[in-house]
């Protein structure tokens, strides 16, 4: 269960969401679709400020079906709005009916599990395509959402104070995090980082890229890798710093300082029409260079989800825009010994990058 | 990013994954498959002990395939084991590659998005069919997860004994769940509670089943709901109380001590051969009896996932067995006012019941 959006800039929100169906509208159109049907929560939060429910987006309507407890409060935050949003009651069948009714020959709809696509392809008359039209919208922040990502970003910050507060020889892994996630909690975000929590690794367990705390002490003369971020009013942040206490050996020491470079030599060499894909290889070329593997992508955007479009690693498609936020994130593992990751939330606007977690 | 299975009972978790993998071959016999292909993470997990990569189970082999990193630890993790998984190294193609190489005719797959499960469809050169046998062999626990489930209740309990510690009059929800969510952590959970963290909802935001908690004082004379758990070793554990300070409304009391009786009713009437949906009908029944609206499942099974089968609601095709580990939650909710929800997670096990969250 998640943050349905209480607190919320209502203004603010109602105003992009207005903007938002409209684009959805112009898809409609360039895709030679009738309507739009979304259910991934996130995406009918996008679509309606609200996440829960199913949302179905035509020339002239916009839908929301939710539980009935649900109704008259949601309809009341419609109300009054520029912006109109139908909030209906959620029953079996409800939405296929909707949809038959209208009459609708050609219905766009998410990328959802195969069973589920069956199963509603059998029940409408028209035909189905499945599209991803509102992860596209979203790689694109609204001035709304960017200071919404900025106070994400601010509450990563003080979290990485914390961290290095706590993360000290002697120190267990398990406390410094309960005391960095509370510390998260505490300057406003709405969750814990992440969807399953920070991660913290320190001496061998740094080079294992998913490593979560253990209960084990953190030693001197070795790194520990931190990983965090927050989220306000649904909008996340994502940051990585290598913590190194004492003194750590030639090598260590010299990727360490490596990938402090690397991180912002490529936050550089991004602007608005290069190709993600181009990004992550230059990443890539340099770390091997350096006679290393690179094990994981550069980066990937930011915002209602952790991970989003655009994706800033190799296959990718996405191209770099103005109003993009994503991260960059590179890092070097050697199995068993260490690993040193940094990592920044960044802005890219008017083609200048502003490093939101700097 | 999640815990890939650190710290874990290596010999228990091994002999189940040999048994498990049996089933599934049982399961192949039966749908006349020739393999399955599992790509979801804590399928993954559940047939090889590690949450990340893609594993085919035929009748001769099970393979794992993960990022290069991987190979060697992994490699190393199953040798001198009774139990076999080969680990090969994740490139484009591989898994497609193998399967074509291996002649399958008939491949299971999971129920994976439409438009990945056309790519994988175009592929292969045998018949695709999407089944969750996966995630029915989950529903039942052996007694190496039941031990899990137990650590993780126990993570669980605690947090709430820390829950009515900080549960006052003038704390602001926000600390509360800070502090909450710390001792959860320091007692061992790898994450923190559910995906997206603990609820906590005071006054009339426990009306709200899915409300966060605010940056608001908690009031005297009000109810507050607060739903956690914990995760030990990948099991979850699930458990809701409504907390109440000073002297709260007829009604308010009313529906407190309904509900909470309502809640261990509940748990008297599971036993092994009784549909899911049924146990939903009486509780549904009684709150509407009561004068009230139920507006969510009455429970749902907890393991790798925190939701999970058997599903405890209407609809549900599910039977309730021996060995399934599932919660009873009933609440009422009264929409701008308040809401209480009482919530155990409970083990059926030689037809008797055991509360691990009391």
Avoid at 321 to 341: A, D, L, Q, W
Wanted: with cysteine; charged share 35%; net charge negative.
């Amino acid at each position: 269960m998640d943050n349905i959006g209480i607190d919320v800039d209502v203004d603010g929100l109602i105003k992009d969401i207005g903007k938002r169906v409209n684009k959805i509208r112009v898809s409609l159109e360039e895709n030679r679709l009738d309507a739009f049907l979304a259910v991934k929560l996130r995406n009918v939060r996008y679509l309606t400020g609200k996440e829960t429910g199913r949302v179905l987006i035509t020339r002239d309507h916009a839908v929301l079906w939710v539980k009935d407890i649900y109704v008259e409060l949601y309809s009341e935050f419609y109300s009054d709005k520029n912006y109109k949003i139908e909030v209906r009651e959620y029953e079996k069948d409800v939405v296929k009916d909707f949809v038959n009714r209208l009459e609708i020959k050609r219905l766009g709809v998410e990328n959802i599990a195969v069973i589920e696509y069956r199963k509603v392809s059998e029940n409408i008359k028209g035909q189905l395509l499945p599209c991803s039209m509102v992860e596209k919208l979203r790689a694109v922040k609204s001035e709304y959402e960017i200071g919404l990502l900025r106070k994400a970003a601010e509450i990563a910050k003080k979290g990485m104070e914390k961290a290095y507060e706590v993360v000290d020889e002697g120190a267990s892994e398990v406390d410094a995090v309960a005391e960095i996630e509370a510390e998260i909690r505490r300057q406003g975000s709405e969750t814990p980082p992440f969807e399953g929590g920070m991660l913290l690794a320190s001496g061998d367990s740094s080079s294992d890229i998913h490593a979560f705390a253990q209960n084990k002490k953190i030693s001197s003369d070795s790194v520990t890798v931190v990983d965090l971020g927050g989220r306000y009013q649904g909008y996340h942040s994502d940051m990585t710093r290598t913590i190194r206490l004492g003194s750590i050996g030639k090598e260590q020491k010299e990727i360490f300082e490596f990938i402090e470079n690397l991180e912002l030599e490529t936050i550089d060499e991004v602007h608005a029409g290069v190709k993600a894909s181009e990004i992550h290889g230059i990443v890539e070329k340099k770390i091997k260079k350096k006679g290393y593997q690179f094990y994981h992508s550069t980066g990937h955007g930011v915002g209602l989800n952790i991970h989003e479009k655009p994706s800033i690693g190799s296959g990718s498609e996405d191209t770099i825009e103005n109003n993009m936020v994503f991260t960059i994130e590179p890092g070097i593992y050697i199995p068993k010994r260490f690993g040193v990751r940094f990592e920044d939330t960044i802005l890219l606007r008017k083609n200048k990058k502003e490093n939101l977690t700097r």
